[in-house]
């Protein structure tokens, strides 16, 4: 039997939804949030600033910044609980599996509020992206069997996740840097993390389990776990002299090259673009990452091979090298990812609130029909 609908896999170019929070021409590169670009907000603008955007829909007025930082800087420790239980993960479990259980478990901490109560769903914006910062720092921490270090209420957002990490203030470099990348991670149109946060509003549960949702799904090596996958790439790389060899492996097995391609650019994406300035300011500073040269060399062969099918440096190609450079653990870059991309998944739950219809698509059945039952003790 027929559907009468044509079978896309992974939807591509299905539209999922309307949505005014951001927009991509992956044929000219841009990339916009709210119609700004996204050169012009990180140049410009802070994270907490483009998450009101995205959120809110419109730039916050001074005092409506002012507001939404000193709430978030108010909210950022986390409960004695939650970090109890966080004591109890295993220190050889990844990050991101310990971001969604404690994403989730904030959940068991807020109660339920109606979800058209505006002050709830502010009350879950701070707490979400005041929270999971922390969250992601103490987890590190903890593993290494340290206590977990206090959230400084001197520094500001990004500062202050740079100094729960290291336990040392920053440079203004450094935290700048750090600021563009949640900028530029941010949020990017419906991709995996994305819908899957929209499947789980559309039924009306908790913003928690919408994060922990999303996060679950970002930490996939084809999404957000790619970054970590790069760096590990370029140790097995080794030198610049087997880019060539390396990448022609790759294409006699018909192995993906990780940091390349993306579903909707094909060129280079604008979010890798600045990202490999941002790293190449932090290399003048700290002195040049000894991958960076593999990394430009395998970027132009991959170019040569794979460019005539709009194969190009995707976001996560060159932030593996800008946060090792921060002093990042690479298994902590998907977990860098989320905490920016909370502002994306918070803006998709707002507006699927505001138009909501419980997603419920459809499927092309490929199985039979009529079949006779065979009890156990006659299966062959
Ligand atoms: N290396 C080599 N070949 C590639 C790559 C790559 N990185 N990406 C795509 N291709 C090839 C595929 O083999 C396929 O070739 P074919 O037509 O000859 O079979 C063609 O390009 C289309 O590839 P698909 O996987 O069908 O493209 P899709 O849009 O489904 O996938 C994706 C996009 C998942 C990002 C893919 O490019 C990929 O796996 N890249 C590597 C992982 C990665 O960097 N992911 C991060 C993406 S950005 C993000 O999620 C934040």
């Known amino acids: 039997m027929t559907t009468g609908c044509e079978f896309k896999p992974g939807l591509e170019g299905i539209p999922a939804a309307q949505s005014s929070i951001s927009f991509v021409d992956g044929k000219n590169g841009i990339l916009e949030y709210r119609g700004i670009p996204i050169q012009e907000l990180a140049e410009k603008s802070s994270f907490l600033e483009v998450a009101y955007l995205l959120i809110w829909g419109e730039l916050p007025t001074y005092q409506e910044l002012e507001d939404f930082k000193n709430d978030i800087l108010y909210h950022r420790r986390i409960k004695y609980r939650i970090r109890d239980m966080m004591k109890c993960f295993p220190e050889t479990g990844h990050p991101m599996d310990s971001l969604q259980t404690s ?18 769903i502010r009350h879950a914006v701070v707490r979400l992206l005041a929270k999971i910062p922390t969250m992601v720092a103490a987890a590190n921490s903890m593993r290494k069997g340290n206590d977990p270090v ?13 100094y729960m990490m290291t336990e040392r203030r920053p440079y203004d470099l450094q935290a700048k840097i750090f600021d563009i990348c949640l900028m530029l991670h941010a949020e990017h149109t419906i991709n995996a993390s994305t819908f899957s946060a929209m499947v789980t509003a559309s039924t009306l549960t908790d913003p928690y389990a919408v994060i922990a949702s999303a996060v679950g799904t970002l930490a996939g090596p084809l999404h ?53 300035r941002l790293a190449e300011e932090l290399f003048e500073l700290e002195g040049e990452d000894p991958y960076y040269k593999i990394a430009l060399e395998l970027e132009k062969i991959v170019e040569e091979k794979y460019g005539h099918k709009g194969i190009f440096a995707n976001v996560d190609f060159y932030s593996g090298l800008v946060y090792r450079k921060l002093g990042i653990p690479s298994d902590l870059f998907t977990p860098l990812f989320a905490i920016a991309r909370v502002a994306g998944w918070l803006a998709h739950w707002k507006e699927q609130l505001g138009v909501n219809r419980i997603f419920r698509p459809t499927q092309v059945y490929t199985g039979v029909h009529n079949q006779i039952y065979i009890p156990v003790e006659k299966r062959s």
Not at 150 to 162: E, T
């Open 150 to 162: 206090q959230p400084n209420d001197s520094l500001d957002y990004a500062a202050n996740f740079l």
């Open 103 to 120: 994403a989730a478990a904030l959940g068991l901490f807020y109660s339920r509020r109606a979800l058209d109560d505006p002050e709830y």
């Open 224 to 276: 957000g776990g790619a970054n970590e996958e790069v760096l590990l790439m370029l140790e097995e790389i080794g030198s610049v002299e087997n880019v060539r060899g390396y990448v022609e492996t790759c294409v006699a097995n018909k192995q993906k090259i990780m940091g390349f391609g993306h579903r909707v650019y094909k060129v280079k994406d604008p979010r890798a673009v600045i990202l490999q």
